[in-house]
Antibody, heavy 121, light 108 residues
Framework: QITLKESGHTVVKPSETLTLTCDFS??????????VGWIRQPPGKALEWLAL???????RYSPSLKSRLSITKDTSKSQVVLTMTTMEPVDTGTYFC?????????????WGQGTLVTVSS | SSELTQVPSMSVALGQTVRITCRGD??????ASWYQQKPGQAPIFVLY???NRPSGVPGRFSGSRSGNTASLTITGAQAEDEGDYYC???????????FGGGTKLTVL
């Protein structure tokens, strides 16, 4: 059974850096084709893809946010970490960690429950 | 363009059929995937590669693609199908992903 769980800052101040950790189980990020990523959702709004890291350390970032994002993996701990710099109130929302079973398919097969991040002074 | 366009809201009578569409230039090159989200919950993966269902998704969900439009069809809609539906696909570069704006489905 695949599970993903997000943790990290729930409240950040404007201009600060957000760090979120995804702890996963039920798969290995050393398996060919597998990826873990992040998707966010502002309150009442649509989903927005942020970043994805693959088994071979190939990293993909949203073009509009690339300068602010960093995604890393620690396969020994079954963790993926997302950092986002220079946080603003518009970055408030729920951040989901996702599992992608195959690089070619590019689907988001499993989702974590999400963690609400609020940007406020 | 890398945008995916969805109708913001739709309704369907209980037991009837509804088609939710997603339009975008990238859909000419890449398949859409679909996600269902209920209030206060994380999305779940319901359809991929034009007309394939992940394990556990009811057979009343099906998909299709024509030109720049991908569709999710629910045949015999049930009350539990009410929620928001999002399409997703790679952008024109193939290296990033984009979501549609979502369609809120109401089952009457």
């Amino acid at each position: 059974q695949i599970t993903l769980k997000e943790s990290g800052h729930t409240v950040v101040k404007p201009s600060e850096t957000l760090t979120l950790t995804c702890d996963f189980s039920g798969f290995s990020l050393t398996t060919t084709g597998v990826g873990v990523g992040w998707i966010r959702q502002p309150p009442g709004k649509a989903l927005e893809w942020l970043a994805l890291i693959y088994w071979g350390d190939d990293k993909r970032y949203s073009p509009s946010l690339k300068s602010r994002l960093s995604i890393t993996k620690d396969t020994s701990k079954s963790q993926v970490v997302l950092t986002m710099t220079t946080m603003e109130p518009v970055d408030t929302g729920t951040y989901f960690c996702v599992y992608s079973r195959g690089q070619a398919a590019g689907n988001f097969d499993n989702w974590g429950q999400g963690t609400l991040v609020t940007v406020s002074s | 363009s890398s945008e995916l366009t969805q109708v913001p809201s739709m309704s369907v009578a209980l037991g009837q059929t509804v088609r939710i569409t997603c339009r975008g230039d990238s859909l000419r090159s890449f398949y859409a995937s679909w996600y269902q989200q209920k209030p206060g919950q994380a999305p779940i993966f319901v359809l991929y590669a034009e007309n394939n269902r992940p394990s556990g998704v009811p057979g009343r969900f099906s998909g299709s693609r024509s030109g720049n439009t991908a569709s999710l069809t629910i045949t015999g809609a049930q009350a539990e199908d009410e929620g928001d539906y999002y399409c997703c696909s790679r952008d024109s570069s193939g290296n990033h992903w984009v979501f549609g704006g979502g369609t809120k489905l109401t089952v009457l």
